[in-house]
């Protein structure tokens, strides 16, 4: 199972994996813990609590949710996942909210992308309202200083 072995850590090598051969088709939803590797053909929703990789052969029409998300087949629908990353010869078209989106040279994206909404606890980029008034009267006194005494 190359693709699901890709960057897997010590917490997600509790998860099983799951198969959908390739000449399988599933219609409906799909809810699971374990990992997802998809050959054949879903349509319907699929939820993830590990990563889904949907293989060269595979396609999936629907929705997903899923912590990672791989696609070296064709994906047309919805995403939601904290990485998605399409890989050469992989095709994604519909709308997708994600922390990291990575598309490698060949992956083809077509649709509109979003920025997940940070978590709780998630540093967040700080106001500097008050903060760029000093540094730039600071600035002010510095080029005045240097014409006086130039």
């Not at 897997?8 to 809810?31: C, I």
């Not at 519909?94 to 978590?119: A, T």
């Amino acid at each position: 199972m190359g693709i699901l072995d890709r960057n897997r850590t010590h917490g997600s090598e509790r998860a099983g994996n799951t198969v959908v051969a390739a000449g399988t088709k599933l219609v409906g939803d799909l809810t699971l813990s374990d990992h997802l590797h998809i050959d054949g053909h879903i349509e319907g929703t699929i939820r993830s609590e590990a990563e889904i990789a949907i293989g060269e052969q595979g396609r999936v029409e629907g929705e997903i949710e899923a912590e990672r998300l791989y696609v070296s087949g064709s994906f047309e629908g919805s995403i939601s996942a904290r990485r998605l990353e399409i890989v050469a010869g992989g095709r994604v078209q519909g709308d997708v909210v994600v922390s990291e989106l990575v598309i490698e040279p060949g992956g083809q994206f077509n649709g509109n992308s979003r920025i997940r909404e940070q978590e709780a606890g998630s540093p967040r980029q700080l106001a500097h309202e008050s903060k760029t008034a000093k540094p730039a009267d600071k600035a002010e006194k510095d080029d005045q200083a240097a014409t006086v005494s130039g």
